[in-house]
């Protein structure tokens, strides 16, 4: 694992990660970036205790798979770890996953959904992929899911199936 890697987390047997996949049509529910691999660090946002570091060594490797930014795209590392530091202790954003929970079922009901923004958005709360795809936007100076319009819509399942990533393990 390197500094930078992306950890999507696959859904297992919890009711609301079965949710947020099967909302997404995807595998994964939820995201973390790895910040410092010598440490197994990772940075993420959770329901409980909101931006938080954690141990990648508490988490059985089954559990997630890992993405890299491809080689031809450049971003600058250091920025990013010093955006997801700078966010520790942030609260969780319940009111932008949610948002973004309904708009992932209004498009799996056939809505088409252009220019969505989510107008109660917090600055300072995150959700996990939120949270991510601002560390590398607004502090790395790269776009991980150019096909995606704002971070307040972004999912755990946008971010494994963008170009700009390829899995590694």
């Known amino acids: 694992m390197k500094a930078g890697d992306i950890l999507l987390f696959k859904a297992g047997e919890d009711v609301f990660e079965k949710i947020i996949a099967w909302g997404t049509n995807s595998e994964y529910h939820h995201v973390a970036v790895c910040v410092e691999p010598g ?10 205790g909101g931006v938080r570091a954690v141990d990648i060594r508490q988490i059985p490797e089954t559990k997630y798979d890992i993405y890299r930014i491809k080689e031809n795209h450049s971003y600058d590392l250091n920025l990013t770890v010093s955006y997801l530091v700078s966010r520790l202790n942030s609260k969780y954003d ?3 996953v949610l948002f973004l929970g309904g708009l992932k079922l209004l498009s799996k009901c056939g809505t088409k959904l252009t220019k969505t923004a989510n107008k109660i958005q917090k600055e300072k709360d995150y959700f996990c992929s939120e ?3 601002e560390a590398f ?7 991980i899911v150019p096909d995606v319009s704002a971070a307040e819509i972004t999912s755990p399942a946008d971010i494994a199936r963008s170009g700009i990533l390829k899995r590694v393990v």
């Not at 440490?39 to 946002?45: F, G, K, P, T, V």
């Not at 936007?137 to 776009?143: A, F, Q, R, S, T």
């Open 39 to 48: 440490m197994d660090l990772a940075i993420e946002a959770r329901t409980r």
């Open 94 to 96: 319940y009111s932008g």
């Open 131 to 133: 949270l991510c795809y």
């Open 137 to 143: 936007k607004l502090g790395g100076g790269i776009d």
